[in-house]
């Protein structure tokens, strides 16, 4: 072919070469070789939203994000018919009522949406890193998983064992200790669980300029985000949660699980202390507060406009503008903060994880 | 001999391709690490526990202590000046905020160092820092004129009758960050330097305006009198240690 071309074509082709050379630099064109095993999943953080907290010992990928969804309703983890979507249901954005614990005493159910942004999980923070969550699933009280029947079942089925190959490289679900194999179910169910994202809300569409709130929600708005309502310390936009604990007055005194925060942390000064939860889709979310004791977003607004109980470890901002004999809101005040709220459904994430 | 030509010019581009950028000529520049700790009168800050007093004789503890400080400026009386747009979040809590590197300072002897607590207007906008926790959940309402808050500084105290109440101390809204001007040595002429800087919390309630929580209100947020107070009283909570 070389000899096919004329000196001038040969001269003219070394000058593109040489000026392609130039223009680029020399740089080091990196190949990166086509990758084995799972693919990373495309985490997209919503605009606005702080940046994710990913527990870099569980990398999200597709095929582990797969996995996880498939165990989540899925009987097969334990013995008793329960599933995680029995507690966390999609149709309640991943929550439920309450759990009543082996105490006896009740416990509202998180709900489990946009977990990659929060530092810790559960009510009184007691796990640094979701992947811990599952774990306490296997005991009675939760799923009373049979050992060897989940190992006998997860080799045998038809797709679970290519699965926990595609996403964790294991070849042979029986070589695996339990503790290991109740290790990568966690991480399997916590990869999917932070796929679990809703930031497009009615408010957010509202932030976006794509729609108008109404008039009653404008108002909502105004005592939400003002000293009026003084909502938004805690339910910091955009999370509305802001990842950390207060004692919003609930009780005067607590006791056993109404301690809250203090319970991991054994300060005093963290006796009844819960972790803000976000208010995002909170429509559906009910029963409210840790133990559930509001069944209604109504009763919710009562207590903040006239049910505050102080104690030593009170927030400072929950006495504010003298917070303890109420926050004087009318019953159209009332109204308008509650139709406020309900602009935090994400209706496209409901629709999307309808079981 | 065009031929030629060209072979050269090709040979020439090749060849400038490859070489690496030429550096300018070093100017020797130090780093300041400037370390920031936190007392009362005194005491060391202790989470919650009503063990301070302040100048009016208000008993009072603190449970959160957050700001900002920003826009700093090392200056001398032979004309250097270095400024940075560095801004740092600080939780006087949390251990892992407490110190700040600013890099690349032009080498000189400096003798006073300024900075905002708080933000200049040109930043103070919604959204204009890093999306991180820690500024989302400083973030001031855009109902409220938006931005940051500049301070929020909580706690107990006991009110007249001897009750535990809350105080927060919020600062937010352009204009009302505090400048601070101290004066020191600070000798970066030949190597790098830690500045060790000590907010008093009780400065924040001492002068020039005595803040009494019984007379003047436990919470400031959005009430222009008391910012103005707390903002004007901020300019002396800082000093220089050794």
Known sequence: ?355 | MKKYFIVVLCGLLTIASCRKDEKPPEVIKNALTIKLSTVVDGLQLSPDTIIYKNTAGNLYGISRLEYYISDFTLSNNTGDVYKSDIVKYVNGFDATTLDLDIFNIKAANYSSIEFNIGLDSSINISNSLPLNSQNVNMAWPDMMGGGYHFLKLEGKYLNDSNEKYGFAMHLGSNNYHTRVKLNGSINLSEQNQILNLRMDVNKWFAAPNLYNFNIQGPYSMGIDSLMTKIKENGQYVFTIQP
């Open chain 1, 1 to 355: 072919m070389y000899l096919l071309l004329s000196k001038r074509k040969v001269i003219t082709l070394c000058l593109v070469f040489s000026l392609i050379q130039f223009f680029t630099n020399c740089t080091e064109r990196i190949v990166t070789p086509p990758q084995a095993g799972p693919t990373k999943y495309d985490f997209k953080v919503p605009g606005g939203f702080p940046l994710p907290n990913f527990n870099h010992d569980n990398q999200i990928t597709n095929e582990g994000v797969a996995l996880g969804k498939m165990l989540f309703y899925d009987q097969i983890l334990s013995s008793n018919g329960m599933t995680c979507s029995s507690c966390h249901d999609p149709a309640k954005s991943f929550s439920s009522g309450n759990f009543v614990a082996g105490s006896g005493e009740k416990i509202n159910v998180p709900h489990f949406i946009n977990l990659s942004f929060n530092k810790s999980y559960f009510w009184n923070g007691l796990h640094r890193f979701p992947e811990e969550i599952p774990l306490r699933y296997f005991e009675s009280e939760f799923f009373d998983t049979n050992k060897d029947s989940l190992i006998n079942r997860l080799a045998a089925h038809a797709i679970y064992p290519s699965m926990f190959k595609n996403a964790f490289d294991v070849s042979n679900i029986y070589a695996l200790t339990y503790d290991q194999l109740k290790q990568k179910i966690s991480f399997g169910l916590i990869q999917y669980v932070r796929t679990l994202v809703s930031a497009n809300s009615k408010f957010d569409q509202f932030r976006q300029k794509k729609l108008v709130l109404s008039p009653e929600e404008q108002i909502g708005m105004v005592i939400f985000f003002t000293e009026k309502g003084d909502c938004f310390h805690c339910h910091t936009e955009p999370l509305f949660a802001d990842n950390d604990y207060h004692n919003n007055g609930l009780d005067s005194v607590y006791e056993s699980l109404n301690k809250g925060r203090f319970l991991v942390t054994q300060h005093s000064d963290d006796i009844g202390k819960f972790r803000t939860p976000t208010l995002r889709n909170i429509e559906l979310t009910g029963p409210y507060m840790h133990d559930g004791r509001f069944k209604t977003l109504d009763e919710v607004i009562d207590f903040y406009n006239s049910g505050v109980k102080n104690s030593n470890t009170i927030d400072p901002i929950m006495t504010k503008n003298q917070k303890l004999k109420g926050l004087n809101l009318n019953v159209y005040d009332k109204a308008c903060l509650i139709a406020f709220l309900k602009t935090f459904t994400d209706s496209e994430f409901m629709e999307k994880h309808k079981n």
